[in-house]
């Protein structure tokens, strides 16, 4: 049984609501190739809606056998734990994906699965934990240096990696992008990633006291992209390019009748939104405030990794405290800026309140954040 989090800001960093991996569970890896010159092609919400097709397989599958899902979005790419008696599945799951994702968006997924077994015996460990949204969704938050160890092992080495095979993927059905860029209310969007220099108990209570630096400058509250609802507006009519997205995903549904609920689906809601909240059995207050509590915009693999909606002097102070965290030797961190954030959503049903957003910095914050500390990395002293 998977350890549960209620509350990010006081549990999150509390390795006693984490389960650290036994050696028969495995971390799956699902990785945007080329994202440089995707973002430069302006394919960021391309590669977005990629990376969270693999988190909705994965969720798909772990679930349907009633197991819990620990699954995170990272904007390019997804970390995964999977319980061994999954991993045959899994295995042709991420090959199916990568499969797809070359055949129908010319994006090139690097996919792999860690046994746990080798990070532990590498003293690499691995903990697990579920933030919990509700009985029905949950985002999976991850600390120990097997995490990164293992991202970075099937990206560097082929021993590691799947190679991409036909097959199905049952579980993408819900999956859209239909929502426009939300701009920033506050000044802008900060896309940050902070790592640990530190191993163990003692590199995690570092992280935290960086995170409570964080929060004494500006609440989650006040930062959560999503949570200024009155400046929230639902598409009226969803771009082209993000219909096309979704009419990639097979269905036994024809695609012009696909299009077509598409279109009216959005159109309701924004109608529902315009006359004041409510049209006959759509609530668009209740969707939009909803909204707010199941976007993962804080997270952890490794180390923290959020999205934050800041104002120009919030974000100042926020990069002057995490640069002397840096210069002390406790953490590295990237750090990316946008006017607006992107949402990948999983909406099985929005009026039931069953549904999660997945969020990144507008043009891959997220990748570009880690661009920077990855370059921090290279040239970093040890």
């Not at 991420?94 to 990070?119: C, E, H, K, N, T």
Request: with cysteine; proline share 4%.
């Amino acid at each position: 049984m998977l350890g549960r989090i209620f509350n990010f800001d006081d549990q999150a960093f509390d390795i006693s609501h984490y389960q650290a991996l036994p050696d028969d569970w495995f971390i799956a890896i699902a990785d945007v190739v080329s994202s440089t010159e995707l973002a430069q092609k302006g394919r960021d919400k391309d590669v977005n809606f990629v990376a969270a097709a693999a988190v909705a397989v994965l969720k798909h599958q772990l679930e349907q056998q009633g197991d819990s899902a620990a699954i995170q979005f990272g904007g390019d790419g997804v970390i995964a734990a999977i319980p061994p008696e999954h991993q045959h599945t899994i295995r042709q799951r991420l090959a199916a994906l990568a499969y797809w994702s070359m055949d129908l968006f010319q994006i090139s997924l690097r996919i792999g699965l860690v046994p746990v077994a080798d990070l532990n015996e590498a003293n690499l460990p691995c903990y697990v934990s579920l933030q919990v949204l509700d009985e029905k969704n949950a985002f999976g938050l991850f600390l120990g240096d097997g995490i990164q160890a293992a991202d970075d092992w099937v990206k560097q080495d082929t021993r590691w990696q799947l190679d991409p095979e036909q097959g199905d993927l049952p579980g993408l059905e819900n999956l859209s992008c239909r929502w426009h860029p939300v701009k920033s209310c506050r000044g802008m969007i900060a896309s940050i990633i902070i790592d640990p220099t530190k191993s163990g108990d003692f590199g995690i209570q570092q992280l935290n006291e960086v995170i409570q630096q964080i929060n004494q400058c500006v609440s989650a509250e006040q930062a959560a992209p999503m949570n200024q609802t009155q400046a929230l507006r639902p598409p009226a009519l969803p771009s082209w390019q993000s219909i096309s997205r979704e009419l990639k995903i097979n269905s036994t549904k024809s695609k012009f009748s696909r299009m077509l609920i598409a279109y009216l689906t959005s159109f309701v809601l924004w109608l529902a939104w315009r006359v004041g909240g409510k049209l006959g059995n759509i609530d668009a207050h209740r969707y939009l405030h909803s909204l707010t509590l199941k976007t993962d915009y804080r997270k952890q693999a490794g180390g923290p990794r959020m999205v934050l909606d800041l104002t120009h002097e919030e974000f100042n102070t926020i990069v002057e405290l995490l640069t002397e965290a840096e210069k002390s030797g406790k953490i590295v961190y990237g750090i990316s800026t946008s006017e607006a954030s992107t949402l990948t959503c999983l909406v099985e049903d929005f009026q039931a309140d069953n549904h999660v957003h997945f969020i990144d910095g507008q043009g891959l914050g997220f990748w570009r954040a880690s661009i920077m500390l990855k370059e921090k990395r290279i040239t970093r002293p040890e």
